[in-house]
């Protein structure tokens, strides 16, 4: 074993070195997430507090998720993770990880078959997503000898001046059948190219936080130099047409649209206090050009909601906040919990739709995001919640009426900039990327609706039919 004064001399090398790697990261604008996995929770947070030490704690903040916790139920298993998400420029440390919440409740029988595949492939994804992003994912799996674990977990129990409370989770992860599962599982829940790093606990802790800050400083040392991700493919030039095969567009008389809204939303508000009682959550993105009647079709479903139970989202560009972190946080943030109703004016599609426009996103961004919102609402509808999104389609011709209209009248002539008559010259750029985005992004979890939407009446009455569908298709 190294002498004390080698054993200090090296940890403060190591202080210098995970300071210096904070700074680059820093410099580049570039985030971190150091992950803390293994069978000692009681290790894993040990070395997380003398990692606050090491760096620069002002950018540094740990977490520890409890996917299962009442205050999480309803979620979906990744969305504590996506809460603590660092901004660019710092860090943020997982104790208590995603593959280890996940190897305890395969080992007890909680997640098996098909829904563990899907975890699996989400765990996968959701650290893929986050690497593609430039953020630096290291993570270090802390296994202690059985012997070990259960003295330290003895003395810890043993010991009320710690605060530490020995939890049923972690008497699991003293058991083989246990590790023998989360070795398993280490491998098929890790994105490609971010392996875990084993470290087999030492009983003296300096030496094992001081291998393990290695390991850590090493992989941060890796990532920075690791190549931006493969560029993907951007959607083939398939033929024009999807959204002109909604046209011709049918009109409603004021009669016959008077008696269809009240029923429906009457229906509406019965359905949607079935979904509260059973904890059905749902969430409904609205899309379409400018001056679509996006805005009209909301305040209609909204009409006999219960307040207490639904939330319209506008997105406005994004704050300096949200542009700091990956572009699904601010989405991830305002999924709704169990049985509430979140309706989002226009939504994530915008990474394919104004940021492929007008150039905000790279075309490497763009072109990948297709796959990460799917996986997103895949993690929705996993989760139990009603995915479900509209896109009002109005002619060119319609939308200029609708123009003029507004500016003529004084409750809406704030509606209307310049930017409305700009983005109008790029209209049919606009209309390639929805194209593309609803041919790559309908999915059988969460389906696309294309509503005519020349006749607000009709438009309206459309949108209401289909949201009624997919609640009572889901309540039946």
Known sequence: MATRSALERSRSALHLRLLAAQRRLATKQQSAVIVIGGNDRLAASELANQLTEWFDSRSVRICAPLPHAKENVGHPFLWPYWQHMPAKGHITIVVGDWLTHTAVSAATDQLSGEALRLRLKSLRQFEELLAADGTSVVKVWIESPEKLLRKRLREAEDTDAEGWVVTDHDLLLTKSSVHKKTRELRLQGSGKNLPWKVIVSAAETKQRDLHAGQVIAAQLAQASRRRAANSVKKPSSRPRGLLESATPHPTLDKKGYSQQIAKLQARLGRLSRLASQKGIATVLALEGPDAAGKGGAIRRLCGLLDAAHYQVHPTPAPTPEEKARHYLWRFWNKTPPAGHLAIFDRSWYGRVMVERVEGFAKDSEWAR????????????????????????????????????????????????????????????????????????????????????????????????????????????
């Open 369 to 476: 995001a297709y796959a990460e919102i799917n996986d997103f609402e895949a993690r929705l509808a996993e989760s139990g919640a009603v995915v479900l999104k509209l896109w009002i389609n109005i002619s060119k011709e319609e939308q200029l009426n609708r123009f003029k209209a507004r500016e003529g009248s004084p409750h809406k002539r704030h509606k209307m900039t310049l930017e409305d008559y700009r983005n109008r010259r790029k209209w049919d750029d606009n209309i390639r990327a929805a194209e593309d985005m609803i041919a790559r992004t309908d999915t059988p979890h969460a389906p696309w609706h294309v509503i005519s939407g020349n006749d607000k009446r009709f438009a309206r009455v459309a949108a209401l039919k289909a949201v009624c569908r997919a609640l009572s298709d889901r309540l039946d």
